[in-house]
């Protein structure tokens, strides 16, 4: 049997909707499954939610309900965005589910067999209010080196050192507030730095084409380091409570999320075989005859940030629990997504909300384009730029591909009862004979112009195989460069206007020669639009399209069907909206008990309506907000805004940007270097004039408004309010 593919994402954490991140990497591995598929190649594509650990368990616990229901509810939601999106998972499962839990032990005695378990005593934090083991995320306390206050119990936001969690100064956990106590638990630990392991490992990263150069050069480092850098065994269990799978020798203890995550891969492919799935995509086999088939390849694409479980564990542990387990064949690697050259990041505000995105109607191929644009095969971040995603879609998928078909369509309707006529290179000299002057000489000629695109296509398909999507499109678009030049040079709206028999056969001969063009284009993009090009399909009255129908051509006497607009172009008013958050007020609403990024105050002297008493909160929901101290270290007014100050604060080490809806009542040259009191835990909102990063707070009422908050004198920057 010819070679088949099992491909995979990295899966999502089941606590919350998809990112953009999540779907940039769907995406990605979309398109390179629908090249296969076109090229007639066998494809499983499977996907699955990440649904262990303890972070679902506590935020089922704070919701009140079962883990498990908070993952149905979760999962519930998938379909929109990949649906949404066009992204075509043969099946989707979760980690919570009996074949994962089957699988993970299975593999779990097969590596304890092979001497790769042992288990030892691990001293750590506990919370003895919570009763349970604490994650390094789960314990805050004054930072070691620099005394900061409130830092994490790995590593200081403030001066960036990083440490165990028992050295922190006064450690208390997130969840209680208790002051952890160290108590001593056995752990399981897979033995990675056996010589086994650190030997196939080598072998497996010197072997090309199983990860990138950039990426085995990190694992070698991680493999070959020393000391504190040295390769170490993996701790794969956790206490109960624990939402995971059951260690089956070990009561009370569980797997780490991250032994079960990956194998929850083969969990879903299981699943999918197990439904019948399988057998209706055209797999005749079982699923433990397919992962031992020499010619299946095993394919992951993966985030950079979790190299080190795919280019490490992951290989390992399929090695070392033998067949039917498989090692990757390959672990493609991609980078992070930046939004104008900033980070992508929920908590600064300057993600792109997918969900938001759909909402707005926005076209979602307009978003796989884009991205495709910007992909390669290397690991680097791609920059998502508003001004540049409206110009390059509307410039090459409008301008330039959708161009094509409009403009030879209108005239073959127009003039020709929508017929093509011949224009392959093997019918060139019967033209000549039948048709003095149809063809021009030299550039003229359409079969030269033919013979370039097909060329130019056949390029595409050696990109797209390297995922090297970026240089794929700039080949498309310089194929619909082509084609547009050919139709302005030949210019057939001349010709018709003659009414003259020759004229009007090679207005004809140009017109199905441009969409000849607009066919091998439609092909090279198919994986790219699919959406788009099924409709260009149905415009051009083909079959859908194949990867072999390059080669090819529509045959003369060919009827085309009545074209209808293919894709629209975009509004920038549209993708402004996009990075407004749902459901938050407009800059020029009234907020009366705050000024910050999401209110403005009210006029000077204007009445606040009257205070609605709001409902009771408990005191954990009050501790959610992170009141601090702030100076104020500059003020300044902001150009095109009535109502806006730009505020820089000073939190003790930190610098924030908040506009704050105050001009009316204070001149900015008198608020320099007086303290106020800040939102610091607000989400940031990125606005028209700029990224705001907080709130500060003012009151208002019958008496005017609004006023500065102070502190009391004493008070210093950064100080917690409480």
Known sequence: MSETFFVTTALPYANGPFHIGH??????????????????????FVGADDAHGAPIMLKAEAEGVSPQALVARIAAGRPRYLEG????????????????????????????????IDSRPVEQFYDPVKGMFLADRYIKGECPKCHSRDQYGDACEVCGSVYPPTELIEPYSTLTGAKPVLRTSEHFFFRLSDPRCRRFLHEWLEQPGHVQPQVANKAREWLTGKGEQAL????????????????????GKYFYVWLDAPIGYLASLKSYFDSG?????GEPRDFETFLTDPDTRQIHFIGKDIIYFHTLFWPAMMKFAGAPYKVPDNVHVHGFVTVSGEKMSKSRGTGISPLRYL???????????????????????????????????NSDLIGKYVNIASRAAQFISRHFESTLTAHRLTEAAHWREQSPGILLAGKDEPFEWLQSWQREARLVRRLYEE??????????????????????FAKPWTQVKSNLEPQLRRAQFVCSAALEGFRILSIVLAPVLPAATQQAANFLNVPEFKWSDIDGSLPPGHRINHYEHLMTRVDPKRIDALFEPAGDAPADTVTPAAAGQHAQA???????????????????????????????????????ADKLLKLTLD????????????????????????????????????MKFGLSEGMVLAASGEGGGPYLLSPDSGATPGMRVS
């Not at 992204?87 to 092979?114: C, M």
């Not at 799935?277 to 995509?281: G, I, S, Y």
């Not at 999507?469 to 302005?488: P, T």
């Not at 908040?658 to 001149?667: L, M, P, Q, T």
């Open 277 to 281: 799935k399988a057998r209706a995509n």
């Open 359 to 393: 909402e707005l109607g926005l076209n979602p191929e307009w978003l796989r384009y884009y991205i495709a644009a910007k992909l390669n095969a290397n690991v680097e971040d791609l920059d998502f730029n508003a001004e540049d995603f409206v110009a390059r879609v």
């Open 232 to 251: 170490s065994d993996w701790d794969i269990s956790r206490d109960a409570p624990y939402f995971g799978i059951p260690i089956p020798d070990a009561p």
């Open 602 to 640: 009210l006029p000077a002297g204007a009445a606040a309506a009257p205070a609605q008493t709001p409902a009771s909160i408990s005191i954990d929901e009050f501790k959610k907000i992170d009141l601090r101290v702030a100076r104020i270290a500059a003020a300044e007014h902001v150009a095109g």
């Open 23 to 44: 779907i940039m990497e769907y995406i990605q591995a979309d398109i390179w499954v629908r090249f296969q598929r076109m090229q007639d190649r066998r494809v499983h």
């Open 467 to 488: 995922r090297e999507f970026a240089k794929a499109i700039r080949v498309c678009m310089s194929i619909a460069d082509s084609v547009n030049q050919y139709f302005d």
């Open 85 to 116: 999106f066009h992204i075509g998972f043969d099946h989707w499962h979760s980690t919570d589910s009996p074949e994962n839990v089957a699988l993970s032990q299975d593999i779990y005695r097969r590596l304890k067999a092979a001497g790769l």
């Open 651 to 686: 939190l003790g080490g930190e610098t924030r940007t908040v506009f704050a809806g105050i001009k009316s009542a204070y001149d900015p040259a008198a608020l320099a270097g007086r303290l106020t009191v800040m939102v610091a835990n607000l989400a940031p909102r990125k």
